[in-house]
């Protein structure tokens, strides 16, 4: 066996998995298969990037048939938990980020999260990002948000094409920041500030609003003044909050 697959029942065997008499047991065990391969990667007993056992041998591991065992493992790849490989068999996936990233996504459909209180943990997470990048980004990539900028202002009458640069501008500073866990957080969340930056730019004048405030943020970062870019994102991600507001509003009044 290559010395980077890990035998799951190593360091805390997998118990039996008892049958249960529900409407659909095949489900029931292949729940409780995911349960333990979560707790196996959670104790440390699986790490990124470590095959898992043969089907075979996590069959007879598991004591479970092979459709329940490939059913929980076809879930889990899904969820990005596990990265399965043709010729190279299934492993624990190195980035977790898909898997975050599901799960914010799928709190947020479901209302668990709501959009309007992701734009207020923007404004905080944000502000610092725009102050950290005033002090460490790059010539080059300070160059890449002014053209970005440009592109917008090229982009007026082009709600979908504004939006997607708007997005790309705020990852742009994200990265500039040289903070790996906020930019891992606002990349977690792309999708949701996706849908939140479309929904302001469909007020009347948002879009060459929203253009002026990424000047003055540019400009800030260009000038390498921490608190000056600070201070601009945070008025701009404050009135994407009152434009988002009132987005609302008009919906519920109709």
């Known amino acids: 066996?290559?010395?980077?697959?890990?035998?799951?029942?190593?360091?805390v065997p997998p118990r039996r998995i008892a049958r249960k008499s529900a409407a659909s047991p095949k489900a029931s065990i292949s729940d409780e298969i995911v349960r333990q391969v979560m707790k196996q990667i959670s104790?440390?007993?699986?790490?990124?990037?470590?095959r898992l056992p043969s089907e075979r041998?996590?069959?007879?591991?598991?004591?479970a048939g092979r459709s329940s065992l490939r059913e929980a493992l076809r879930c889990l790849s899904i969820m990005g938990v596990l990265t399965a490989r043709v010729g190279e068999g299934t492993s624990v996936a190195v980035d977790g980020n898909k898997f975050l990233g599901t799960v914010m996504e799928w709190r947020v459909i479901t209302g668990r999260y709501d959009l309007r209180n992701l734009m207020e943990v923007r404004l905080a997470l944000e502000g610092v990002a725009a102050a950290s990048a005033a002090e460490?980004?790059?010539?080059?990539?300070?160059?890449e948000m002014e053209d970005l900028v440009l592109r917008m202002r090229d982009s007026l009458r082009d709600a979908k094409r504004f939006s997607a640069l708007d997005l790309d501008f705020h990852l742009r500073i994200a990265r500039a920041s040289r903070n790996q866990v906020l930019l891992d957080m606002l990349t977690l969340?792309?999708?949701?500030l996706a849908q939140t930056v479309a929904t302001v730019l469909k007020l009347k004048n948002a879009i060459p609003l929203s253009l002026k405030e990424h000047e003055a943020l540019v400009k800030a970062v260009r000038r390498r003044n921490p608190e000056a870019a600070r201070r601009a994102m945070?008025?701009?991600l404050t009135a994407a909050i009152r434009r988002f507001d009132s987005t609302q509003e008009k919906i519920h009044t109709v």
């Open 1 to 11: 066996m290559p010395k980077d697959t890990l035998q799951i029942g190593q360091a």
């Open 43 to 50: 104790s440390g007993n699986l790490q990124p990037g470590q």
């Open 57 to 63: 041998e996590l069959c007879k591991q598991f004591q």
């Open 136 to 143: 460490r980004a790059s010539p080059e990539e300070i160059a």
């Open 189 to 192: 969340v792309r999708s949701q």
């Open 234 to 236: 945070q008025a701009h």
